[in-house]
């Protein structure tokens, strides 16, 4: 993949600077750089007192760049960075990876001393040989019971059968060939990698393991590492278009790495599904197209409604969007609670604005960024005719007066979707760079 020459530039100065001040090695994927780049991030072996240098001039040079540090992951045996970029309506982004070791769940398996013993200079860059190349992924891939990938067969028909790849199997695995190892399973050749460890290094190997427990209890309970993004607006707003364009945008760093929710987590059922499963209701309204078609409810149903939701927003989002945040994840939501401020017809929930904004607060999980996207009521009309303008119009009030509490963004999606995109990510990356760095420090 050609890299935009922000990207190359980028890559250029942190390579640069390395080479210059520190002990590091590429792991993989290197040949191209900086230029083009077959991986979607740069994974680089360093030492981890190193890394504790060389932070802080790393950061300064992505902030010097005009880059965004938009995530940002320290786990005990690597530290991600991943960086975003908007120039106009085009959108960069990349990720650093700087792996202080090979190892899983706090059990060393190769140590950052070894890649950096068997490295070499391409003109460019520090990157690892062949054999190291292969042993970390080897060794990860086996020890937590999954496939060495394909992709790097090259790779592996070379080095599977040095005596150096060999020993290390031997020492870590107690085998001393791939073709056994494959055969063997993950959890048994990580006992005997723990064995190892414990015989060889026992209090390193309880230093580690407590630094894993650490990061990885810190990392879940703070949640700090991905980040999630509602989206609401009037039908006609241009909500899908804006939502596909940012996704778009966010390129191959999350193409992947993330997950789209309509409305709510659905953790629980529809509503009209269960009631009529638990015989409350004879017949179920499946005409979905039509989110409008049901009349106005009392207060009673009201608050019903209200309570079921909730309750699914609150189990929902500690069941699947804090479990993906944690790794690093983008959430997107098409409508969440939001929309039930914002269009009672939709939710069929008609109860004040204020108490629904009020029961937002105390009960409800926020998500970290909340976009308004709408439009007048002519360009909506113009688009769409789902609505009648004093419906739009109802439905922007409530926009505008959301759009004065904290979190909650408004943007009008009046000229072309890439503008609104432009705007929201800009908003996304500033905020996000702003909790990283104080983060990082």
Not at 34 to 40: F, I, V
């Amino acid at each position: 993949m050609i890299q935009s020459s922000v990207t190359a530039t980028l890559i250029g100065e942190v390579i640069a600077y390395l080479n210059q001040n520190i002990d590091y090695a590429v792991m993989r994927n290197y040949e191209g750089l900086p230029h083009s780049n077959s991986a979607r991030d740069i994974d680089i072996i360093i030492r981890r007192r190193d890394l504790r240098r060389v932070q802080p001039h790393i950061i300064d040079i992505i902030d010097k760049c005009g880059w965004k540090i938009i995530n940002y992951l320290n786990s005990d045996r690597l530290i991600t960075y991943v960086c975003a970029r908007n120039d106009g309506n085009d959108t960069s982004i990349m990720q650093w990876d700087f792996f202080v070791d090979t190892s899983v769940f706090g059990i060393l398996l190769m140590k950052a001393d070894e890649f950096l013993c068997d490295k070499e200079f391409n003109g460019f860059l520090w990157h690892s040989k062949i054999n190291s190349q292969f042993l970390d992924k080897y060794l990860y891939d086996r020890a937590v019971g999954a496939e060495y990938p394909e992709k790097y067969h090259s790779t592996r028909s070379y080095a599977e059968n040095s005596p150096a790849v060999r020993t290390k199997l031997k020492a870590i695995f107690g085998i001393d060939n791939t073709d056994q190892c494959d055969s063997t399973s993950g959890r048994k050749l990580l006992f005997r990698a723990f064995r190892y460890n414990l015989r060889h290094r026992p209090f390193g190997l309880m230093a580690d393991m407590g630094r894993f427990i650490r990061t990885f209890t810190g990392n879940y309970i703070m949640s700090r590492t991905g980040f999630s993004v509602g989206f609401t607006g009037p039908d006609g707003s241009g909500k899908t278009t804006v939502i596909d364009r940012t996704i778009q945008r966010l390129g191959a760093v999350f193409a992947t790495a993330h997950a789209y929710y309509h409305f709510r987590p659905a953790l629980f059922g529809n509503l009209g599904e269960v009631a009529h499963s638990a015989g409350i209701k004879k017949d179920v309204d499946r005409n979905y197209s039509d989110p409008h078609r049901g009349g106005r409810t009392g207060l009673f149903s009201s608050l019903m409604r209200l309570a079921y939701y909730s309750t699914d927003y609150i189990a929902g989002y500690f069941a699947k969007v804090k479990t993906k945040t944690r790794i690093t994840r983008l959430v997107i939501f098409d409508r969440y609670f939001t929309d039930i401020i914002c269009d009672s017809r939709r939710s069929r929930i008609y109860l004040p604005v204020r108490f629904l904004n009020l029961w937002r607060k105390l009960f409800i999980p926020s998500l970290d960024y909340n976009i308004l996207l709408t439009a007048s009521s002519e360009t909506i009309l113009s688009r769409k005719r789902e609505l009648d303008e004093a419906g739009i119009r109802d439905i922007n009030n409530r926009i505008d007066y959301l759009a004065d509490q904290k979190g909650y963004l408004k943007v009008l999606n009046e000229s072309t979707p890439d503008d609104a995109v432009t705007t929201i990510l800009n908003h996304i990356f500033n905020e996000q760079h702003k909790k990283n760095l104080r983060r990082l420090k």
